[in-house]
């Protein structure tokens, strides 16, 4: 028999990020058992109301959680509960018990929790992503578009105000409900969220926009950081940002403007069909099933890797990156 599973968001931010992207997960899982959405509060002291999720109705569901910040506080609320952790990003500065299996919707964050989390149940989930592929050759009015959210103060201050008196620039402040339309209407995309992350203390778990606007037939200007180098290859699908100066990344722009960039294949977008994802779901999920059924009773009888080793392992790094980036340059923390 096949348990519903529960998936739970904070009721009040449905419509952004990471919870967007769980919101098709929990629709595509519905293909195959009943799913149930759940949005829990959180009280004046930050404490989350667990009465609003946790209850005993006959049939024990399966818990699904997500929203990175509160996965501490719901495991502790879900405490003897079934609970998978869908991870759209890394560097919480938590650790999981090796009892909840992680579903990652990318590469890099499933290298990451296979790093920390080495003995824990992993997979890769991509994200769904809406494919309406058309041709670059098509009417754009738009020449560069940027979004604020995310962006960085080189991107706003600096590359924005060079591109504005040259080509026709738009600048996106505030969410869109429909970011599709706008990426049919641009032929350069410009993407720079590494200094979000770095200032958020994680890492872009995935990055639907870059996505997204390739396969609307938007040239893509961006980062490679963390999740964006699954997909990003600059040169064949791409155009690498933020490289060296100014002068050049105007250039660059300029010229794809002009005469066109590299164009994406159909096949970079086959992984992240409904259908692809849907199917990998159906699989996964049946064996998580029967990892509860047989690992929750089992005793935890592999090593912690990381158990007592954590501070040394970071004194070597830092030890490491003194000799490689010499003792003026500030070293990672």
Known sequence: MKRPLVFL???NRMDIGGNSAQMRFMEACGHSRAVTAVQYSVDRRGKINSQDFVRSNGSEPIYVIHWGPDVPQLLAA????DVIY????????????SYVPILCVSRHTMAYWGRYAPNSYIAHVPNIVEVKKVSTASARDIDVLVQVRKSSRYLLEQLVPALQDRCRVTVIDGW??????????SKVY??????????????EGFGLPPLEALANGC????????????YLDPGFNCRKLRVHSLQWDVAAILDAIRNGG?????????????????????ILLSEIQRFFEVAG??????????????????QRLKGAAKVLCGASHPVPR
């Open 9 to 11: 968001f904070p009721n």
């Open 78 to 81: 879900l405490n003897g509960k």
């Open 86 to 97: 869908f991870a759209h990003s890394t560097g919480w500065r938590m650790r999981l018990p």
């Open 176 to 185: 869109v409900d429909d970011l599709t339309a706008w990426f049919q209407r």
């Open 190 to 203: 410009l993407y720079d969220s590494l200094e979000h992350w770095i200032d958020v203390g994680a890492t």
């Open 219 to 230: 040239m893509v200007f961006s980062g490679v950081n963390d999740a964006l180098a699954d």
């Open 262 to 282: 590299p164009c994406s294949p159909d096949s970079l977008f086959h992984p992240y069909t409904t259908q692809q994802v849907t199917g990998r779901l159906s």
């Open 297 to 314: 009773p089992a005793e935890r009888d592999i090593e912690d890797l990381w158990e007592g080793r954590r501070p040394s392992a970071l």
